[in-house]
């Protein structure tokens, strides 16, 4: 069965605590994958598309790279304000694909 | 100059109620979605339609149905409703060409009672 994975499922950190959080996936036919950030009772907001093993894409203090198996979101020195929920989604399959969504991590950041 | 806006952001109804959410979008994009978020945060996609296709997840019931006045609406009609449809639901929409990148809308929180 196709699956986005992603772990954990929760994480806390101290202000400028590197870490990373995994999104693995088990489908045919990759054509993409995504990383939104959700803060509470807003919508996702996009942040990365890595398209083909190998891929590397940054923005701020974020990082997200991508396998053949799995991808990472890299946080660098967090802050507070990085505090959210971390979704992945993966878009594979032929014609329009299919596009599913993992269960996010819930990153929390304390001062 | 809000990208994606659903109405209402809040909706408290009746089992067995008809009831309709609205989305619009003002980037010009091609595409648009509609997204369920249920209790666990679990993202799941119910449609995708342009001005020429809709492809709908066949695990949705036909009580959902979703109705596209022009290229910058689609909304969302929810007939005889359940308390089992309680959930966050979200529009999304597409620009042609851009791959994937889907832009969200804030959600409208629908329960049930």
């Known amino acids: 069965e196709d699956q986005v994975t992603q772990s954990p499922e929760a994480l806390r950190l101290q202000e400028g605590e590197s870490s990373s959080l995994n999104c693995s996936y088990t489908v045919s036919g990759l054509r993409g994958l995504f990383w939104y950030r959700q803060d509470p009772g807003k919508g996702p907001e996009f942040l990365f598309t890595?398209?083909?093993a190998g891929e590397e894409k940054e923005k701020e203090r974020l990082k997200a790279t991508l396998t053949k198996k799995e991808s990472f979101l890299h946080i660098t020195a967090p802050k507070p304000e990085d505090s959210a929920t971390y979704l992945c989604a993966v878009h594979y399959g032929g014609s329009q694909g299919n596009l599913i969504f993992g269960k996010g991590t819930k990153l929390s950041v304390k001062p | 100059d809000t990208a994606v806006s659903q109405t209402p952001k809040y909706l408290v109804t009746q089992m067995g109620n008809d009831k309709s959410i609205k989305c619009e979008q003002n980037?010009?994009?091609?595409?648009m979605y509609w997204y369920k978020q249920d209790s666990k945060k679990f993202l799941k996609i119910m449609f995708s339609y342009n001005n020429k296709e809709l492809i709908i997840n066949e695990t949705v019931p036909n009580r959902f149905s979703p109705k596209s006045p022009d290229k910058a609406h689609l909304n969302l009609h929810i007939n005889s409703l359940e308390l089992g449809d309680s959930a966050v639901y979200f529009c999304?929409?597409?620009?042609?060409?851009?791959?994937?990148?889907?832009?969200f809308g804030p959600g409208t929180r629908l329960l049930v009672l």
């Open positions: 980037l010009g994009h091609d595409t």
């Open positions: 999304a929409s597409r620009p042609r060409g851009l791959k994937e990148t889907q832009y």
């Open positions: 890595l398209y083909s």
